[in-house]
T-cell receptor, first 111, second 115 residues
Framework: GQQVMQIPQYQHVQEGEDFTTYCNSS?????IQWYKQRPGGHPVFLIQ?????EVKKQKRLTFQFGEAKKNSSLHITATQTTDVGTYFC???????????FGKGTKLSVKP | DAGVTQSPTHLIKTRGQQVTLRCSPK?????VSWYQQALGQGPQFIFQ???????QRGNFPDRFSGHQFPNYSSELNVNALLLGDSALYLC??????????????FGSGTRLTVV
C-alpha cells in the first residue's frame, strides 16, 4: 500500500539554528499537507501544496513540493522554542480523500 | 469556537469491553475521519464518513465500527477491546471529504487506556 516516509525521526537544535524535515511518498501525490502537533496536543493544519515545484512561505516556515510530486520538505529558519513539536506530512490515500500520515519529525529546541 | 469536539477526553476500559467515542465536526464541515495515534507514531487512518456512509476504511479489523448522524456528528465503536487498542483516538473533520481544501481540523482526541 501507499507509504509516506519522513526523515529525520528526531532533530535537536539550538535556538536560532535552522531545521529541515523531508517527506517522501511511494506514489505520486495530488497534494501534500503539513501538520504540527505540540507535545500533548493534536495535529494542527499548517498548509497544503498542490502544484509541482510549488513553494509556499509562512513567516519563518518554507514548504516545498517536489517536481515529481512525490516528495516535500519543510524548512524553519532561525528556530524558536515555540517551534517545538512533531511535524507531520500527509498525502491522499485514495480517491476518497483520506490522508495517510508519515511518522513525523520531532523537533526539540534548546534555548 | 465551533471547532471539533470529542468526548470523552480520557477513558479507561478493561480488556474485552466495548467503547464508544463521540465527535462533533467543525461548523460547516460534512466529513468525519477517525484516526488512531499510538505514542510516538503518526495518526493511522481508521475510516471516513461522508453523507452518513463509510467511504473508505484503513487497515483495521471489524471490531472497529462507526456511524455518522444526519447532523454530521460521528461515533467510533470498538468491541472486544485489546491491550493494543490503547492509544489516542483523533477525530478530524473536513469539507467534501477533504477535497474542499483547507486541510483537516482535528479534535483534541480521546485517550483510551485498556487494562
Amino acid at each position: 500500500g501507499q507509504q509516506v516516509m519522513q526523515i529525520p525521526q528526531y532533530q535537536h537544535v539550538q535556538e536560532g539554528e535552522d531545521f529541515t524535515t523531508y517527506c517522501n511518498s511511494s506514489t505520486t501525490l495530488s497534494n501534500i499537507q503539513w501538520y504540527k502537533q505540540r507535545p500533548g496536543g493534536h495535529p494542527v493544519f499548517l498548509i497544503q501544496l498542490v502544484k509541482s515545484g510549488e513553494v509556499k512561505k509562512q513567516k519563518r516556515l518554507t514548504f516545498q513540493f517536489g517536481e515529481a510530486k512525490k516528495n516535500s520538505s519543510l524548512h524553519i529558519t532561525a528556530t524558536q522554542t515555540t517551534d517545538v513539536g512533531t511535524y507531520f506530512c500527509a498525502g491522499p490515500g485514495g480517491s476518497q480523500g483520506n490522508l495517510i500520515f508519515g511518522k513525523g519529525t520531532k523537533l526539540s529546541v534548546k534555548p | 469556537d465551533a471547532g471539533v469536539t470529542q468526548s470523552p477526553t480520557h477513558l479507561i476500559k478493561t480488556r474485552g469491553q466495548q467503547v464508544t467515542l463521540r465527535c462533533s465536526p467543525k461548523s460547516g464541515h460534512d466529513t468525519v475521519s477517525w484516526y488512531q495515534q499510538a505514542l510516538g507514531q503518526g495518526p493511522q487512518f481508521i475510516f471516513q464518513y461522508y453523507e452518513e456512509e463509510e467511504r473508505q476504511r484503513g487497515n483495521f479489523p471489524d471490531r472497529f465500527s462507526g456511524h455518522q448522524f444526519p447532523n454530521y456528528s460521528s461515533e467510533l465503536n470498538v468491541n472486544a477491546l485489546l491491550l493494543g487498542d490503547s492509544a489516542l483516538y483523533l477525530c478530524a473533520s473536513s469539507f467534501i471529504a477533504g477535497q474542499g481544501g483547507g486541510g483537516y481540523t482535528f479534535g483534541s482526541g480521546t485517550r483510551l487506556t485498556v487494562v
